[in-house]
């Protein structure tokens, strides 16, 4: 069974944004995109919600061929123009759009669908709307946290509408030069 990994980025505090969606607290550098990039390519499956995908969409696909990319933009872009996308959004049901599914309706069993079929890992970016619904279902497997050395007092949790506990098995930790510290946790099988 394919596994749904969730890449976050959270203040200390527990926040994936700030009340008006603003995620420019977050660090992220060479380093940091280094680390995750050797999980994101054990995927081939990008799941967003809609806003973080009209947001990596505006960005991505046109990333590589700026002349100043980088080496990270250029790894990412080639990367997202050849994942299979899955968009949570009841608003964009219906559009057809290449390699990408848009689910609005019955999440769970879709998702439950996807991650039978043949394939890599499916990866969350941000995405804290989408990733609410999965964790309320609990359906997410892995857990990337980026906690940002920043207080931020309110904002849009990383965690919210947990029905019940889920217990997690800390896999790894590392700590960035930036004092970002990755936790990697792994949902535990009971």
Known sequence: MRKIVLFIH?????????TESKIDWVHVDEEIFDYAADRTNQADTALY?????????SYWPTAADKPD?????KEHSTWYKAVNKVILSKSMQGQTLKN???????????????????????????????A????????????WLFVNPVLLGK?????????????????????FSSGVVC????????
């Open 10 to 18: 959270t203040s200390l505090d527990g926040f994936a944004a700030t």
């Open 49 to 57: 919600g809609r806003v973080t995908y009209e947001l990596m969409e």
């Open 100 to 130: 990408t599914t848009i689910i609005g309706d019955n999440i769970e069993s879709q998702i439950h669908s996807l991650k039978q079929q043949a394939g890599k890992e499916i990866v969350i970016f941000g995405s804290p709307s989408a």
């Open 69 to 73: 990319a980088s080496k990270h933009d």
């Open 183 to 190: 936790l990697h946790y792994e949902r535990k099988k009971e």
């Open 155 to 175: 904002g849009i949790p990383v965690f919210d509408n947990i029905q019940e506990a889920t217990k997690l098995k800390l896999i790894a930790t590392h700590a």
């Open 132 to 143: 609410h619904s999965l964790m309320q279902l609990d359906l997410i497997d892995d857990y």
